[in-house]
Every structure is written in structure tokens, then in C-alpha cells.
């Protein structure tokens, strides 16, 4: 076997290897999808593109192994397809996140999220009545409110340490009505009409005691799910930018030695036991 062929069939263990953590990344985001993001469908295209690149990588180390060309053309051209995918993946990941973050408030620690700071695709796909009806039921199902409680010495803990608190998004937007609305505390997820005072947001009118609805009618929860699905996609997306860059490294490295392999194999007719015909031109894919 030649050095190229060597260089080859170990760069391809290597793309073996960086597939693990794209899969690893959608199957990461389809636990999510379970529990807290509640959108199903996003993580799909990660592990489509993971387990693509799992069992090209096998295919391109076989053909390296057993010096086989059509197989080695074959993982060029579709490692070529993978890498736009991935390209296209983390654009798209960017442009439907890219708008909108938590909002501070006064004497409070945790954020709070707003349905309008977002635009887009997304925001218009979150918000829709039919599909939101199903996020919300799996936010409900997830049991994510239920889980913020917490008590100290049998009671629920006090309104001063629940300020002090850092919620994720959906705990801010879905379990607990908006702060400006003035509720007083119950506990985290039973919260009284204050005296008067409540502001224009239509979510103060959409806060429920009754535990199954609370505020997920509300706009900020659908804000909570944006905020929280950007935070996990930012997260997915930095893993993939890495992968990318070193599987364009390996792309360009391996397509090197795969045409300087094919280039011994035209000037050395003698060289190995492969009789390789003259052929007309050198440009091989
Ligand atoms: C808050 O109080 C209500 C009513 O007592 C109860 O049903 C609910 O489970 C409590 N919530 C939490 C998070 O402890």
C-alpha cells in the first residue's frame, strides 16, 4: 500500500471519529426535544448528516484499505454533498435563531421573554395555534414547572429567594406569570392577583392557578421556547463549526493524496501489480 493510501484510510478513521460527536449533537437535541425544547423535527437533519458521514468514512476506509477507486470517488463525492450539508445546517441554525434574547427586570435575577423580540421562520412556526398546541402539551407533559419547586423546611421557599433565582427560559415564561403583571408570590407556581394594577400585557389575563394551564397559553412561554431552543442550537452549532472546519481540512487533504495516488498509478505502469490503462486526461472526478 502506498504512504497516500495509508494517509487516506487514516483520515477516514478520523471522519469516523468526528461523526460521533454531530450524532452525538442531534441525539442530544432529540432528548431535548423530549424533555424541555419540545420541538421535534430539528434534530433531525444532525443525525441524517451524522450518520452519513459515519458510513461514508467506512466506506472511504475501505476503499483506501483495498486500494479500491470507484469506492474512494464515491466517498469524494458524497463527503463533497455531507459538507455543503453541514454548511447549510449551521446557516440555517444561525438565521432562524437569530433574533431575540431574555429581557432583564428590576429586583429580579431571572430573565423574562417577550414573543415580539422574535421574528422569523421559527418565531411564526412556534406561534402558530394547531402547532403550538402540541409544544405546549409537551411542555405540560414534561412536567418542567412542577420540578421548580422548591421548599425549605416543608414550606415553599420564600418570594425573596425565588427573585433570586436563575430560571431557563421556559420555567421564566411558562410557570410563572409575567412580573409586570404583579401577582404576589405563592409559591412557584401559585401566584395571587395583586392589589390593582395590572399591566396592558395580554399574558396577565391568560395567567392561570389551575396547574395544567398556568401561562402556557401565554406569549412569553412561546418566547421561553424560542429563547431556549436558540440556547441549545448555539450549543449544537459551535460543536459543528469545529467539525466542519476539520472536515474540510481532511477533504481537501485527502483529495490531494487520492489524485496524487492516481498520478503514481498513470507514471508508474511498472510500479505496482495494477495495470492501469492510458488514460486521456488527468482530471479524475
Ligand atoms: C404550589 O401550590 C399549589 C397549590 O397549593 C400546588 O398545587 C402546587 O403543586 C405548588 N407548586 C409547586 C411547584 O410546589
Same mark, same amino acid.
Given at each position: 500500500?502506498?504512504?497516500?493510501?495509508?494517509?487516506?484510510?487514516?483520515?477516514?478513521?478520523?471522519?469516523?471519529?468526528?461523526?460521533?460527536?454531530?450524532?452525538?449533537?442531534?441525539?442530544?437535541?432529540?432528548?431535548?426535544?423530549?424533555?424541555?425544547?419540545?420541538?421535534? !423535527?430539528?434534530?433531525?437533519?444532525?443525525?441524517?448528516?451524522?450518520?452519513?458521514?459515519?458510513?461514508?468514512?467506512?466506506?472511504? !476506509?475501505?476503499?483506501?484499505?483495498?486500494?479500491?477507486?470507484?469506492?474512494?470517488?464515491?466517498?469524494?463525492?458524497?463527503? !463533497?454533498?455531507?459538507?455543503?450539508?453541514?454548511?447549510?445546517?449551521?446557516?440555517?441554525?444561525?438565521?432562524?435563531?437569530?433574533?431575540?434574547?431574555?429581557?432583564?427586570?428590576? %429586583?429580579?435575577?431571572?430573565?423574562?421573554?417577550? $414573543?415580539?423580540?422574535?421574528?422569523?421562520?421559527?418565531?411564526?412556526?412556534?406561534?402558530?395555534?394547531?402547532?403550538?398546541?402540541?409544544?405546549?402539551?409537551?411542555?405540560?407533559?414534561?412536567?418542567?414547572?412542577?420540578?421548580?419547586?422548591?421548599?425549605?423546611?416543608?414550606?415553599?421557599?420564600?418570594?425573596?429567594?425565588?427573585? $433570586?433565582?436563575?430560571?431557563?427560559?421556559?420555567?421564566?415564561?411558562?410557570?410563572?406569570?409575567?412580573?409586570?403583571?404583579?401577582?404576589?408570590?405563592? %409559591?412557584?407556581?401559585?401566584?395571587?392577583?395583586?392589589?390593582?394594577?395590572?399591566?396592558?400585557? $395580554?399574558?396577565?389575563?391568560?395567567?392561570?392557578?389551575?396547574?395544567?394551564?398556568?401561562?402556557?397559553?401565554?406569549?412569553?412561554?412561546?418566547?421561553?421556547?424560542?429563547?431556549?431552543?436558540?440556547?441549545?442550537?448555539?450549543?449544537?452549532?459551535?460543536?459543528?463549526?469545529?467539525?466542519?472546519?476539520?472536515?474540510?481540512?481532511?477533504?481537501?487533504?485527502?483529495?490531494?493524496?487520492?489524485?496524487?495516488?492516481?498520478?503514481?498509478?498513470?507514471?508508474?505502469?511498472?510500479?505496482?501489480?495494477?495495470?492501469?490503462?492510458?488514460?486521456?486526461?488527468?482530471?479524475?472526478?
Amino acid at each position: 500500500m502506498r504512504t497516500s493510501n495509508h494517509l487516506i484510510g487514516f483520515l477516514n478513521f478520523l471522519t469516523f471519529l468526528l461523526s460521533i460527536p454531530i450524532l452525538g449533537g442531534g441525539i442530544w437535541l432529540s432528548t431535548r426535544a423530549n424533555n424541555t425544547d419540545c420541538l421535534k !423535527f430539528l434534530q433531525w437533519p444532525l443525525i441524517v448528516i451524522g450518520v452519513s458521514l459515519m458510513t461514508i468514512s467506512l466506506a472511504g !476506509f475501505a476503499g483506501a484499505c483495498y486500494r479500491n477507486t470507484v469506492l474512494m470517488r464515491l466517498y469524494l463525492f458524497v463527503m !463533497f454533498f455531507i459538507i455543503a450539508a453541514l454548511i447549510g445546517f449551521i446557516i440555517f441554525a444561525y438565521a432562524v435563531t437569530d433574533k431575540g434574547s431574555g429581557h432583564q427586570v428590576p %429586583n429580579r435575577v431571572y430573565s423574562e421573554y417577550y $414573543l415580539q423580540e422574535y421574528s422569523g421562520w421559527l418565531k411564526d412556526r412556534v406561534a402558530d395555534e394547531s402547532y403550538w398546541s402540541k409544544i405546549s402539551s409537551c411542555i405540560r407533559d414534561s412536567k418542567a414547572c412542577g420540578k421548580m419547586g422548591r421548599t425549605v423546611g416543608g414550606v415553599p421557599e420564600t418570594a425573596d429567594m425565588f427573585y $433570586l433565582r436563575k430560571l431557563n427560559p421556559i420555567e421564566s415564561g411558562c410557570c410563572k406569570p409575567p412580573t409586570e403583571c404583579g401577582y404576589v408570590y405563592v %409559591n412557584e407556581t401559585f401566584w395571587n392577583p395583586g392589589g390593582g394594577l395590572v399591566g396592558s400585557n $395580554l399574558d396577565c389575563s391568560k395567567w392561570s392557578n389551575e396547574q395544567d394551564q398556568l401561562c402556557y397559553s401565554c406569549d412569553s412561554c412561546k418566547a421561553g421556547v424560542l429563547a431556549s431552543l436558540k440556547k441549545s442550537w448555539r450549543k449544537v452549532s459551535v460543536i459543528n463549526i469545529v467539525v466542519l472546519i476539520i472536515l474540510v481540512i481532511f477533504y481537501v487533504v485527502g483529495y490531494a493524496a487520492f489524485r496524487n495516488n492516481r498520478r503514481m498509478d498513470n507514471d508508474e505502469p511498472f510500479g505496482e501489480a495494477r495495470m492501469t490503462k492510458a488514460r486521456p486526461s488527468r482530471i479524475q472526478l
